[in-house]
Structure formats: C-alpha cells, structure tokens
C-alpha cells in the first residue's frame, strides 16, 4: 500500500531572514493590543496593492500555495496564545458569521500558518475526522494527526475544510489550564477564499493595529517632485 499523502504541507525558512524579521519585530510591537479579541481581528485583502506589512508578506507567500485560479482573497489574524492555556477547540474553519446566522456550510479553499516564534509543545494538529463534542477540546475520535511543531518562518498549509485545532505545552489535548506559564505562540493565520466570507472588514476599514501600516506614499509637487 503507498504511503497517505500528508495533510499538512511543511516549507521552512518560507521567507527571506530580512522580511521575517521585520515583519516579527512589528508583531511584536503591537504588545497586547486586542490580544483577548486576537480571534475576533480578522481582515480581508483581495491581493491587490498592500495596505501594511501583513499584506505585503501575503503577496510574497502566495506562490507557496497551490491555488492559481477562483482566488478572491484571504482574510488573516494573528494567533496568539500561550500553551499553558490552550482557549481554541479542535474546529474547521468556515465563514463563520454566515454559518451563525443559519447560512450553508461554506470553507476556505486552504488555511495556512506561517509561524512566528517557538514555544514549548503548542503543535498543530491536523485531521480529516470531524470535532467531537463529547472530548476535551472537542478533540476528533482519533489517532490519526498530522503535525507541525511551530517553528519561526516555517509556512504550513492544508485544505480548508481539515478538523485542527491546537496541542498544549506537552503536546496532548489539551483538558484545561496547565500549572506554570508559558511565553506566547504566536502565528499569522491565513484563509485563501473563493468568495468573501461575511462581513470581514480590509485593514483600511479597521480601526486597529495601526502600527502595521505601511507608509503613505510621497506625493508629487507641482514641479514633479515629491514630498
């Protein structure tokens, strides 16, 4: 029998060091802004000209995913948690303000992480099995994972609409708060959609994380320089 093709595709060192060092020292001076609403800060950006260093590192991973056409965009956050202290459960990604209003079912094409720092255990799971409501974490009824310890600059990808969900810092299921603390996992999460999913705001209409903000481009004076 061949062996199962992974579920989780692995590609480290996906950036350049000097852009994933800029791009890392600018996550990690927005501090603890929004960090309890960390889940709630999502963007659009439709691949089009980048409003902030976020956008412009989208556009460098793009090539990394195997989605060439029927692409309308990706929406990202950042993933901050500590792995003392697992708070997401085992899920599938979905347009979630259409699924909470009684809409249809409706996944990203792929999800993807880009990983930002190291953290003890804190690993991706990935399976096709389905959340169970009945398990800790609402953890899938089996053994069956793919893993991805987090890593800086490792890019990982899989299909949408994979259960995943996060381990805790001895890499288990998580069961509840662990003894001890932990320093943040940090990742940058992005969705690559067919469609816009419901009410998800680009980073110009947002109000937040204004520090990743790319400068305003300079503008011509009269005698054609600019200024």
């Known amino acids: 029998m061949p062996p199962r093709a992974p579920l989780v595709h692995i590609q480290?060192?996906?950036l350049?060091?000097?852009?994933?060092?800029?791009l890392w020292r600018k996550v990690r001076a927005l501090?603890?802004?929004?960090?309890?609403?960390?889940?709630?800060?999502?963007?659009?950006?439709e691949l089009g000209e980048?409003?902030?260093?976020?956008?412009?590192?989208?556009?460098?991973?793009?090539?990394?995913?195997?989605?060439?056409?029927?692409?309308?965009?990706?929406?990202?956050?950042?993933s901050r948690m500590r792995t003392t202290n697992v708070q997401v459960d085992f899920h599938q990604d979905r347009d979630e303000k259409l699924a909470l209003r009684g809409g249809p079912l409706v996944h990203p094409r792929f999800t993807s992480l880009l990983?930002?720092?190291?953290?003890?255990?804190?690993?991706l799971a990935v399976?096709?099995?389905?959340?169970?409501?009945?398990?800790?974490?609402?953890?899938?009824?089996?053994?069956?994972?793919d893993l991805a310890a987090p890593r800086p600059n490792r890019f990982v990808y899989f299909r949408g609409d994979l259960t995943h969900g996060v381990l805790d810092a001895h890499n288990q299921i998580p069961t509840g708060k662990l003894p001890g603390t932990s320093r943040l996992r940090v990742t940058l999460v992005m969705n690559w959609w067919s469609q816009r999913p419901?009410?998800?705001?680009?980073?110009?209409?947002?109000?937040v994380y204004r520090s990743l903000?790319?400068?305003a481009p300079r503008r011509p004076t009269s005698a054609g320089r600019t200024r």
């Not at 956008?55 to 950042?78: N, T």
Request: glycine letters at 6%; aromatic letters at 12%; a negative charge.
């Open 213 to 215: 903000a790319l400068p």
């Open 31 to 45: 501090g603890t802004e929004r960090l309890r609403q960390t889940y709630q800060t999502t963007f659009w950006f």
């Open 198 to 207: 419901t009410d998800i705001p680009t980073f110009s209409e947002s109000k």
């Open 16 to 22: 350049p060091d000097a852009d994933f060092s800029r």
């Open 127 to 145: 399976t096709k099995a389905l959340p169970c409501e009945d398990n800790p974490s609402l953890a899938p009824n089996t053994d069956a994972f």
């Open 115 to 123: 990983f930002m720092n190291s953290v003890r255990g804190g690993a």
């Open 50 to 78: 980048p409003t902030n260093i976020v956008e412009q590192i989208i556009l460098a991973l793009r090539p990394r995913v195997p989605l060439r056409r029927g692409l309308a965009g990706v929406e990202w956050w950042f």
């Open 12 to 14: 480290d060192h996906a």
